[in-house]
């Protein structure tokens, strides 16, 4: 039995404590925010204040690798959060379909489900209006070790094993300084863009379009995201380069939505729904990694960082909660081991992260190199062009090649929903093969032109 103290109950630092008190270890759950109202799923998202998470109002959805986890671990979870009005559709990418589900939500709706099944598991104590501000740590050994967190209330926690679940804000530089650790090792990728989301409601009497996963269709200037959501709500969002001179002008509702009118993958969507929601808007988009381990092995024993606060990506292909809910399974099947030996657990626990969720972020890193260029091309109503290599030529055909070819899609449907990297579903002999094949035959591997056009674009927000 490990006493296990989480700083965070957000979708990693709840599934933890969750998991681990589901293998008989004693958790304490540190969250600065408080519990979701008593009331309907619209109370959730409309009464809950949740300033720990600013990406709360932004639209969400859990990948079929979220609810793998889930159902694995919690069943009870997903059929809470069903019976809540959260939808569970088939884990597509184009004509690729796994034996898999996936689940819409408003992110509050899910979060406020599994929030109230962690707070009735027996072996987990939560501290609301609470945060870790502090660590307590030992220094009897060669490696400092840490034995608990002090609490902004002044109180102080014992544990085996202190986990920052923090999120993106995590503050564990802050406590490392304070104990006069090492600097974990950092590494960061600003993104250049922001997000925009408005969530609506289906007109009694009409449909909500198919969810599609990727959910998004990138212009040169923007991209939009269509998603459905619980209870017959869905999103509409828009994605924009933080130096566009229009990006203001998008946070007006009308200009938002002529915009989304104009765009034929929203259009459908515009048709049916009544805005719920203002406006929701997040900047600061990066891609982040945080280390405690170096080469010479960790910088201090008894603590690890799991999903955002470890390491986090921007949210375009929605990997966040998947790489929390996989983190924190993880860390609930090696958490015995922390007790006895609570440097080599850290040791062990960075080369698992490395190893499993280091190569999605990888690949995030990759994908967004070019973004800041596509979308400062973009402004100017030019098309960026990736250079041209035998790697981006297999990449953007494998993209293409997905949407009619079942072997491709299925490579691409376990890549969009982390259920294998990009290397070991692509280099996969028959899948490479397919589209080899397809690169052989010389077909156009350009996207079509932006429509609406940046021109266009320009004269719908001024209007
Ligand atoms: C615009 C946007 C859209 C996204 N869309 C998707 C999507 O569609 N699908 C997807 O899978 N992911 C998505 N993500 C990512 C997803 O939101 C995160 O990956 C996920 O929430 C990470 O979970 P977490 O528990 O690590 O952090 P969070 O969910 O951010 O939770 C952190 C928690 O820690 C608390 N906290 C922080 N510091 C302390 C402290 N010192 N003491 C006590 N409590 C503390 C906070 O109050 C909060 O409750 C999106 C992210 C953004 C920004």
Not at 219 to 226: I, K, S
Not at 231 to 247: G, K
Not at 294 to 303: A, E, K, Q
Not at 367 to 394: K, N, V
């Amino acid at each position: 039995m490990t006493r296990v103290v989480i700083a965070g109950g957000g979708f990693a630092g709840l599934a933890a404590a969750l998991f681990l008190a589901r293998r008989g270890h004693v958790v304490t759950v540190v969250e600065r925010d408080g519990a979701p109202p008593h009331g309907t799923a619209a109370d959730d998202v409309d009464s809950w204040l949740h300033p720990g998470v600013p990406q709360a109002r932004q639209s969400h959805a859990l990948l079929g690798r979220a609810r793998r986890v889930l159902v694995d671990e919690a069943p009870d979870v997903v059929a809470s959060m069903l019976a809540r009005g959260v939808r569970e559709i088939p884990a597509v990418v184009g004509a690729g379909v796994l034996d898999e589900q996936m689940l819409l939500s408003r992110r509050l709706v899910a979060e406020a489900e599994l929030r109230r099944i962690v707070a009735r598991e027996h072996g987990i104590r939560f501290l609301d209006h609470d945060a870790v501000v502090g660590l307590l740590v030992s220094t009897a050994g060669i490696v400092p070790v840490v034995t608990g967190a002090v609490l902004k209330s002044g109180r102080r926690v014992d544990a085996d094993l202190v986990v920052d679940a923090g999120g993106r804000r995590s503050a564990l530089p802050e406590w490392f300084a304070q104990a006069g650790l090492c600097a974990p090792v950092e590494e960061r990728q600003e993104c250049g863009f922001f997000y925009l989301t408005r969530f609506y409601k289906v007109k009694p009497g009409c449909e909500i379009p198919l969810s599609k996963i990727p959910a998004s269709v990138a212009l040169d200037y923007a991209t939009v995201f269509a998603l459905g959501a619980d209870n017959d709500t869905f999103s509409l969002t828009v994605t924009m380069s933080v130096n566009d001179p229009y990006r203001k002008a998008l946070r007006d509702p009308n200009c938002f939505e002529a915009f989304l009118r104009a765009v034929a993958h929203s259009a459908p969507w515009i048709r049916v729904g009544t805005p719920i929601s203002d406006i929701s808007m997040m900047s600061r988009i990066e891609n982040r990694r945080r280390r405690i381990t170096t080469s010479d092995g960790p910088m201090v024993g008894g603590i690890v960082a799991i999903g955002d606060a470890a390491l986090h990506t921007n949210p375009t292909l929605g990997r966040g909660i998947s790489m929390g809910l996989m983190h924190a399974q993880h860390l609930a099947e090696v958490a015995h081991l922390a007790p006895d030996d609570p440097v080599g657990f850290v040791e062990t626990f960075s080369a698992w992260t490395d190893d499993h969720l280091g190569v999605w972020y990888d690949t995030q890193v990759a994908a967004d190199a070019t973004s800041l260029d596509r979308l400062a091309a973009g402004i100017l109503g030019e098309r960026f062009e990736p250079t041209d290599t035998p790697a981006s030529r297999f990449a953007a055909a494998a993209f293409l090649c997905a949407s009619n070819d079942e072997v491709v899609g299925v490579a691409a449907a376990r890549v969009a929903h982390l259920f294998a990297p990009p290397g070991k579903a692509f280099g996969d002999a028959l899948v490479a093969s397919r589209i080899n094949e397809f690169l052989a035959r010389g077909e156009s591997l350009s996207r079509p032109p932006d429509v609406p056009n940046r021109k266009t674009f320009e004269l719908l927000v001024t209007a």
